[in-house]
């Protein structure tokens, strides 16, 4: 064994807690991801990886503590992830990406910033998103949703009560038109990327979201609108897609001039 890999056995015995989880780790992540968990432990952003909280097709999550007991959940994309051509239908037309080169370990780079700079984007409007603290590479820091060391469920998990799913509807009209008018789309919006914490709900899950230039900005929106919709019907809230649709339409304009 060389002096590299020592050293990387060293970070992933000091910063992955489980050693199931660093298992997993030296699986699925190379030594340049095993160095930006470093670097970005290093720059005080979190200190150990605590445990897993979801292995995703496109991305690991996993619960970090910091130094002073924080816990943030730290977004690690894989870079041999399945569905490459599809990440590229959501980049190809975002002008912010348009000088990106298009291989494979570029385009996981971008779509992690992609998604970082969305989640700021959405922190900027004052949306009930997490928090984004930093990235770098192929890895996301933010703001752990949880509660203890519980992570809060998915809206998927729960069976809200009508007054809740009320308020729920409210609450996601708020979100979706608070973020067109910061000009984005999220784009795979649905009670799978919807986080409950308490009575408020907490949207995730930000790499596919498009500005509303991007030529499949409408489609994705009217999709959301759609995924809402029936989500509200699955779950005994009697809801149209015309419905959902004029409300945020309605509170884009009211957020727009109360601003
Ligand atoms: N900030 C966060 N706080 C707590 N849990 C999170 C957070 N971000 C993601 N998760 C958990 O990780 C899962 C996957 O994250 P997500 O961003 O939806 O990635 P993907 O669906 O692409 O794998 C979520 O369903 C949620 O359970
Ligand atoms: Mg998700």
Redesign the pocket.
């Known amino acids: 064994m060389d002096f590299e890999d020592e050293f990387e056995e060293e970070i992933l015995r000091h910063r992955v807690r489980q050693e199931s989880d660093r298992k997993i780790f030296e699986k699925v992540f190379d030594k340049q991801t095993i160095m930006t968990i470093h670097q970005l432990a290093t720059k005080g952003l979190f200190d150990v990886l605590e445990h897993v ?2 292995t ?4 690991h ?1 996993f619960a970090a503590t910091d130094d002073s007991g924080n816990t943030r ?1 730290v ?1 690690i994309f894989k870079k041999e992830t399945t569905d490459f051509k599809s990440m590229a239908d959501y980049i190809v037309g975002d002008v912010r990406f348009k000088d990106i080169r298009k291989d494979r370990r570029n385009l996981v780079f971008a779509w992690t910033k992609k998604e970082y700079k969305n989640i700021i984007a959405a922190n900027n409007a004052r949306l009930s998103v ?1 928090l984004a603290l930093g990235h770098k590479d192929n890895v996301i820091v ?5 509660e203890g060391d519980e ?2 469920p ?1 809206l998927k998990e729960l069976k809200p009560t009508k007054e809740e799913l009320l308020d729920y509807k409210r609450q996601l009209i708020d979100f979706v038109a608070g973020f067109y008018n910061a000009g984005l789309v999220h784009a795979d919006l649905s009670e799978y ?1 919807v ?1 409950v914490k308490g009575n408020r709900l907490v949207v ?2 930000f790499a596919q979201a498009v500005l509303l230039n991007h030529q499949k900005a409408r489609e994705f929106f009217e999709r959301d609108v759609v995924n809402l919709a029936n989500y509200f019907n699955k779950s005994g809230l009697e809801t149209s897609y015309e419905e959902l649709y004029a409300g945020i339409k309605t509170r884009a304009k009211e957020l727009e001039t109360s601003k």
Do not use: H, T
């Open positions: 909280i979801s995703g097709k496109e991305a999550v959940a977004k997490p933010m703001e752990y949703i949880g992570p809060c998915k990327n986080l995730i899950d």
